[in-house]
């Protein structure tokens, strides 16, 4: 029996090699898209263009605008007429009014409102400006000797782990080797297990007395293979790119990304036996692995913040498991202790997946 | 009325008819344009939400006061913080940190209370897992905010500060994250499925090889191609109005700009996308291929249009590629209509960008098809 899956899957590298386009693009695509995430996303508020208007032009207000800009988190842009034209024209994220008797009002001891309007479309870039403008006039009025500091009788020592500099590319990257390691190589093997179908090939299977876990287990093997070089790949480019480097020894990296693989390519031949032509296969994979991999794993968004129904799917999404495994690699460092579970879930999930495959393939088969 | 009866006699129209007729006994088709639009603004616009509430603490209280527990509930009362665990011991924290089962830890010393009492400064110890660097940062953030408040209460009068910032929030007073995400998600949906479906109209012919019959009718290949694409702007610009509904029903969209304005460059964008997908249909010789490259478009596309990553944050490389993603203007032009209002004129780069698109795309694959059908 053995023997016989290792000739589907070497016939299936073969088939795989042939097609130069495939192999291309193969390798290309979660290149690309590696590169793209590692470099373009971040999620960390910075460059926030705010305009100011002030209508005291005072010693005082200059140095209050100054201290709003020396945090390099804002840049000053032009505004218009009215407080509210940078915003409407989406040029400024925020429009802060500085009242003309600001200066005037401070120096007698009274109260005096600074007014800042924000663009509350994107909140989370919303609440970060509200709190920084804040904690920026708190500045402004200590290092002024406006006000006497508040005696402060409890103070937070915090301290911040495994990410000290709290560079971004340390969460993102990680999480982008489960993104593109379940898209691609499912989208692989689903292509694989369709395409026959499509030609006609599988009638010969059907009428050979290959058993469809035979057929199958032969194909994942080969997609397995596969990939394997793209993981290496796309790890190997990554690390030398954004200077990852291993926190801890990567023995359970290697297990946890070998049943990853593993658990992806099932997940390409569940939809390839499901579907009747390749553009369905795609879609499937593309669009059920890739939503289910970018936003219910914890990728970006943190799974907290799901709401109740889909929060559950997040629960039998391997990417949520592997992506535990990799910034345990890269950044936490903790090894089995924290992820033992982990690479037990994935191979779960992955067996299950193979095993209805290989269930709807029967069916499918020609009785004896 | 005569040219009415002349234009339902054009073969324009006779194309346009089968083509119609196709497209409708065709299920996943209709499968294509409906589900998974629909799917994804539910998912997307459910799942994204960036803000930052309930971080996982753990609490070891080794002082066990009024004042410790006044502390950790300041830390609660706002849904920022909630308590996973209590451990007795500093190493059983620890852990819980080192392995993720919380994100922030927190250790009250057992002096906490003399401390305040003789008017020293109590220190409290926090670690935060610092692997997600966003969450990380904004945690921080908070947990030196509540604990500086907290303190400043100690003190029984709290001066008033001498210079308050008001702050308003425009357009989105609630601050909620669904009205942020759900106009871009309309934009990514319609780059998804108008791509996909042109280009694979297209594909299917070449592939099997009916493109070839249709130049043999005495139709114009400008004709041909005018009667593809009309149909689908029809049933794409159906996928519009589901977006906007799912939009005002369950996301509750403000629609504060003119609807009509909506309407028109949701269809100047329809174009758009229509005018890529034949323009992969063009480079790709079969269905494969096609499905292969749109997603080597696709995804930088989506990635850097601002619809899930806002651009301000992204390096200055990519914040100027961006203005090159037709969805990047799609999306700006969205948002303000339905969450600002500003009325036209801040929109109209946005609006001339996707019309130079539209006209670019269209033009280059028409030419293109021509070439590969003479």
């Known amino acids: 029996m053995f023997r016989r899956i290792l000739a589907q899957c070497q016939k299936e590298l073969a088939q795989f090699r042939r097609d130069r386009l495939t192999v291309a693009l193969a390798f290309l695509l979660p290149l690309g898209m590696m590169l793209i995430y590692g470099f373009a996303i971040r999620l960390e508020a910075q460059n926030l263009p705010i305009s100011v208007q002030d209508f005291d032009r005072s010693p005082l207000s200059r140095t209050y605008i100054a201290r709003l800009f020396a945090t390099n988190q804002f840049i000053p842009v032009r505004s218009g007429e009215s407080p509210t034209d940078s915003l409407d024209r989406g040029d400024a994220i925020a429009s802060v009014v500085i009242p003309p008797d600001f200066s005037r009002k401070i120096k007698a001891d009274k109260d005096v409102d600074v007014q800042v309007l924000v663009d509350g479309s994107d909140v989370n870039n919303a609440r970060v400006v509200q709190n920084s403008i804040r904690a920026t006039t708190n500045f402004f009025i200590q290092t002024n000797q406006l006000q006497p500091p508040a005696e402060r009788s409890v103070d937070a020592e915090v301290r911040l782990w495994f990410n000290p500099g709290l560079r971004e590319a340390l969460y993102i990257v990680p999480g982008a080797f489960a993104v593109v390691l379940w898209v691609f190589p499912s989208m692989l093997s689903a292509i694989a297990v369709v395409r026959e179908k499509e030609q006609g090939t599988i009638l010969q299977v059907y009428s050979s007395d290959l058993t469809s876990f035979e057929w199958l287990l032969g194909k994942v093997m080969a997609y397995v293979v596969v990939a394997a070089g793209e993981a290496t790949l796309v790890m190997g480019v990554a690390i030398l790119l954004f200077r990852m480097e291993f926190a801890t020894n990567p023995l359970p990296l290697l297990v946890g990304t070998f049943v990853y693989l593993l658990s992806s390519v099932s997940f390409g031949t569940f939809i390839g036996v499901r579907s009747s032509n390749q553009n369905a296969a795609v879609q499937g994979t593309a669009i059920a692995g890739f939503l289910s991999s970018f936003l219910l794993s914890g990728f970006i968004y943190r799974i907290d913040n799901i709401p109740f129904p889909l929060s559950l799917i997040c629960n039998i999404i391997p990417a949520r498991y592997y992506i535990l495994i990799t910034r345990d690699a890269f950044v936490r460092g903790t090894g089995w202790i924290g992820i033992w579970y982990a690479p037990i879930i994935i191979l779960a999930i992955g067996c299950l997946l193979f095993l209805v495959s290989t269930k709807i393939m029967s069916k499918m088969q020609l009785k004896e | ?374």
């Open chain 2, 1 to 374: 009325m005569n040219w009415i009866r002349r234009f339902l006699e054009s073969r324009f129209w006779a194309l346009a008819v089968k083509e119609v007729q196709q497209i409708l006994k065709n299920k996943q088709f209709i499968f294509l344009l409906l589900f998974p639009p629909t799917i994804q603004l539910l998912i997307l616009g459910f799942a994204l939400d960036p803000s930052v509430t309930h971080l996982s603490l753990g609490v070891l209280d080794y002082s066990r006061t009024e004042e410790s527990r006044e502390l950790v509930s300041a830390l609660t009362e706002n849904d920022i913080f909630w308590v996973k665990t209590a451990p007795h011991r500093k190493e059983n924290l620890v852990e819980d940190v080192r392995t993720g089962t919380i994100t922030t830890g927190l250790v009250i010393p057992p002096e906490f209370r003399q401390d305040i009492a003789d008017g020293k400064t109590a220190k409290v110890q926090v670690f935060i897992d610092g692997v997600n660097a966003n969450t990380a940062g904004i945690a921080s953030g908070y947990m030196q905010q509540i604990v500086r408040e907290y303190s400043r209460n100690l003190n029984v009068p709290p001066p008033d500060p001498l210079v308050n910032t008001q702050v308003r929030f425009l357009y989105n007073p609630g601050l909620m994250s669904t009205w942020f995400f759900v106009p871009g998600v309309m934009g990514l949906v319609l780059t998804l499925t108008g791509s996909l479906v042109s280009s694979i109209t297209l594909i299917r012919e070449k592939d099997v090889g009916t493109l070839e019959q249709l130049l043999m009718t005495p139709a114009a290949a400008w004709e041909i191609l005018a009667a593809k694409i009309a149909p689908l702007f029809v049933l794409l610009m159906g996928d519009v109005f589901l977006a906007a509904g799912i939009g005002l029903v369950v996301f509750h969209l403000p629609f504060r700009g003119n609807f009509a304005w909506f309407l028109l460059f949701s269809g100047l964008y329809v174009v758009v996308a229509i005018g890529l997908g034949m323009l992969l249909a063009t480079l790709s010789k079969t269905q494969q291929q096609v499905v292969l490259t749109s997603f080597f478009f696709n995804v930088p596309i989506i990635q850097l249009s601002g619809a899930v990553a806002p651009i301000e944050s992204m390096p200055l490389f990519f914040r100027v590629v961006s203005f090159a993603d037709p969805l990047r203007h799609y999306v700006a032009i969205a948002r303000n209509l339905i969450l600002k209002g500003t009325g036209i004129e801040p929109i109209l780069p946005n609006a001339a960008a996707l019309a130079f698109f539209a006209i670019v795309l269209l033009g280059v694959s028409i030419n293109r098809f021509r070439a590969q059908l003479s």
